[in-house]
C-alpha cells in the first residue's frame, strides 16, 4: 500500500504549491510555516514571513494565497494582520480514517530504515538487587528501544552490567572469610538480596581495616590473573545476579535478556590498548602519578580544566577507560549511528569527558551522534530522596508490589466481572503500567514524587487510564456484532468526530518526536490527549445508537481506529492494553 501522508503534510503540500503560484522560485521553497490552531485545523503564517521580501503587504500576499487554494481538499480563511486559517474537507479527514485502517502500521512509516542506534541503559550492578534508582534507566530505555526500532531503525539494546573492580574483590574476600553466611540458601532474587546485605558487611569492613584492602587488592589482582577459584566465584555471582534481574525485567515488561548483557569485564582485554593509543596520540598525560586526559573546555568550579582518569595510580583502570573502550566498539565493531547513554543527569560531565576524548581520539567521528539521555531523580513523599526507613535504597521489587496492591485494593471497591487468573492478570498489567507510565509521563530531565494513591487512580493522565480507555473501546466493538462497513466518506464531521480524527492523523510526528528529542513523555501527552478526545466523543457522537447506518459504520470504524492507536502507543510505553477491565 502507498504511503499514508498526514494531514499536516497534506495541508503542507497545498501551501507549497500555492507558494509556488504566487511567489518566485526562491521564495516559494521556503517554509510554508503551517502549525495546529485552535481557530482551525491548521494555520500558515508564509505570508507574515515572506511578504516583506515578495514585496507585497501581508494580508494582500496572505489573499493571494488564499484566493490559489480554493476549490481544492484545504479551504483557507484570512485572520489578523496576515494569518491563513487551513481546515480540510470533511471528505478528505474521513479519506484519512480509512487510509490508516487499511494499513497495517496505521499509518507510520520507517523514516529511520537503514539506521543503527545502540541503547545503553538499566546497568545494575552484580551482587546487588535492583533498586529505584534503576527504574528510570530501565523503563526510558526501554521506551526509546522501541520507538527507533518501530520507526524502522535497526537497535542494538546494551545492558552494561557492573561487574568488575575493587568491589567485587572486596566482595569475594569477604565471602571467602565468612564462609558461615550461606547466601545461596534462597531464590535468586533471594540470593542477591543476601549478597546486597553482605557486600555492605564487607564495604563496612574495608573502610575500616587496612589490612582487609590489603587483601581485597590482592584478591581483584587474583580475579585479573585468572585465579580459577576466584573466578568460579565471580562467575557464579554473575549467573545469580542475572537471573534475579531478568526475572525483574520480564515482570517490567521490558525488551532487555541475557542477550543484551555487555559487561564491563568484556572490555578489559582492550583497556591496555586503548590507553596506549591515548598515549600515543599525546591526549593522556601523566598527572600526580595517574595518567589523565584533560579538555580546556571542561573545568571544575575552580576553572581549571576537569581530569579524566585513564590510569589510577596504582595503575588499575576505572569507569573512564571501560567507557573509551566500550564506545570505540560501539563504532568500530557494532557499526553504530548512534549511541545513547541512558543515566541520571548525575552523570553528565563524565560523559563529556568521554565523548569529547573519544572525539580528538578519532574513536568516535562525525558522522556518529554520541548522545547522553539523562534523566531526573524519583522522590519520596514530601519531595525528599526516596529512601527506606531505616535510610537505604528502596528495592525496585518493592515498588511494583506497593503499585499492584494498590490496584488490587481499588478493584476490590468496585463492580467488575473478573476472577481468578483473569483478575490477577488485570491487576499486574494496571499495577506495572501505572509505575512505568508515572515515570515516563513526567519530563524525564524533572524529578517526580513516587504517589501510588496517584499512579493507579482511574482519572487524570494514568497508565490505568489509557489502558481503561482502551477496554472500554474494545466492549463497545464487541457489541458490533454486524459486518464491518465502509466507511462513507461524503457525510459531515461533528466537531468531536474532527478533533479525534486530527489527534490520530499525528500519531506518527509524535513518534518523529520521540525519536528526535529522546523524550518518551510526548507520546504518554498524546495518548492522554487521544484518551481526553475520545470521552468528548463518546459524549457527543452516540456510536452504537447513532442516528443512521452510515454514520454508525463511520464512527464505528473511527472507533477502531483509536482503539489500534492507543493499542499501539501503550506498547510502545512497554504498557500492556487489556481488552477488558
Sequence with gaps: MAEVRAAMTLVEDAVAGAMARV????????????????????????????AKQAGTPPRELARALQHELAGGA??????????????????RLWGQVVDRLADQRIGVGRPLAGTRTVVDYSGPNIAKGMHVGHLRSTVIGDVLARVLAFLGGEVIRQNHLGDWGTNFGMLIQYLDEHPEYDWRADSAAGQVSALDGLYQ?????????????????????????GDEETLALWRELIAVSSQAFQALYDRLGVLLTEQDIAAESSYNPYLDEVVEELVQAGLAVESDGALCVFAEDLTGPDGEPVPLIVRKKDGGYGYPATDLATLRHRVRGLG??????????????HFRQVFATARRAGWLPAEVEAVHVPFGMVLGPGGTPFKTRSGGTVPLAGLLDAAVEGVRAAMADKEHEFDGAA???????AGIGAVKYADLSTSRAKNYVFDTAQMVSLNGNTGVYLQYAHARLCTLLGKAVEPVAEVDVSLPLHPAERALILLLDGFDAVLGEVARQLEPHRLCGYLFALAKALTDFYGSCPVLKAPTPGLRANRLALCRLTARTLAQGLDLLGLKAPERM
Design 23 to 50: 511567489l518566485t522560485p526562491e521564495l516559494a521553497r521556503r517554509d510554508p510555516l503551517v502549525r495546529p490552531s485552535e481557530h482551525a485545523d491548521f494555520q500558515s503564517n508564509a505570508a507574515l514571513s515572506l
Design 74 to 91: 484545504v479551504s483557507a480563511t484570512l485572520a489578523g494582520p496576515g494569518f491563513l486559517n487551513l481546515t480540510l474537507t470533511d471528505e
Design 201 to 225: 558487611a564487607a564495604r563496612r569492613v574495608f573502610e575500616a581495616d587496612p589490612e582487609f584492602v590489603e587483601r581485597s587488592r590482592l584478591r581483584v589482582v587474583a580475579l585479573q590473573g
Design 336 to 349: 553504530a549511528d548512534r549511541i545513547l547513554y541512558v543515566t541520571d543527569a548525575r552523570q553528565a560531565l
Design 423 to 429: 483478575l490477577e492478570a488485570v491487576i499486574q498489567a
